[in-house]
């Protein structure tokens, strides 16, 4: 009945769902940041989280990752749920067209080679995004067509984390 309350509910529901090591604050830039990387990579809506160095970006996938582990999870709903395979990228400012493109590759390869397996999900992870963009080499314009597609063809998951927003082309095209 309070459309307010229920994201801050299900943010809390899934943080308990998780294993969060001790001395990690459940405050409410971890919870926003674990909820929205649950909701848009179970739905393969790509995100780009962005924020200021300890904001809980890296903490926030890394925990998702190790509790998606389909039947292999601790937790029952994430039991139930598919199990994620995850390429990483590592954004750089020597990042090229050609690094980005294959990263997308093998994340679209892990889902062509399991066919219509609806218990994974292919993950791209792409670490300092904003490092990326820095390029001279402007490896980020590949971006755009790699996250626009409506064939669903060999669909993956998309996170992408930076320390500060990236150009609203990019940006525009990611929760």
């Known amino acids: 009945e309070n459309f307010e309350a229920f994201p801050i509910e299900e943010s809390i529901d899934i943080a308990m769902r998780v294993h969060i090591s001790k001395g990690i604050a459940l405050n409410q830039a971890f919870l926003d940041n674990l909820y929205g990387l ?9 995100i780009i989280i962005c924020g200021k160095p300890g904001c809980s970006k890296s903490l926030s996938v890394q925990i998702l990752i190790n509790a998606m582990k389909g039947e292999h999870s601790d937790n029952y709903l994430f039991k139930n ?26 994340a679209r390869d892990i889902v062509s080679k399991n ?8 993950l791209l992870f792409f670490d300092e995004m904003g490092l990326a963009e820095l390029s001279e080499n402007n490896p980020l314009k590949v971006i755009h067509s790699q996250l626009e597609y409506d064939d669903n063809k060999n669909k993956i998951s998309f996170v992408g984390i930076s320390n500060w927003a990236l150009d609203a082309s990019k940006m525009n095209r990611c929760v």
Request: aromatic residues 10%; hydrophobic residues 35%; contains cysteine.
């Open 38 to 46: 649950f909701v848009c990579v179970n739905t393969q809506v790509p």
């Open 81 to 106: 749920l598919p199990r994620l395979y995850v390429t990483s990228y590592q954004g750089a400012k020597t990042s090229t067209s050609e690094g980005v493109l294959s990263a997308f590759t093998k």
């Open 115 to 122: 066919g219509t397996d609806e218990s994974i999900i292919s």
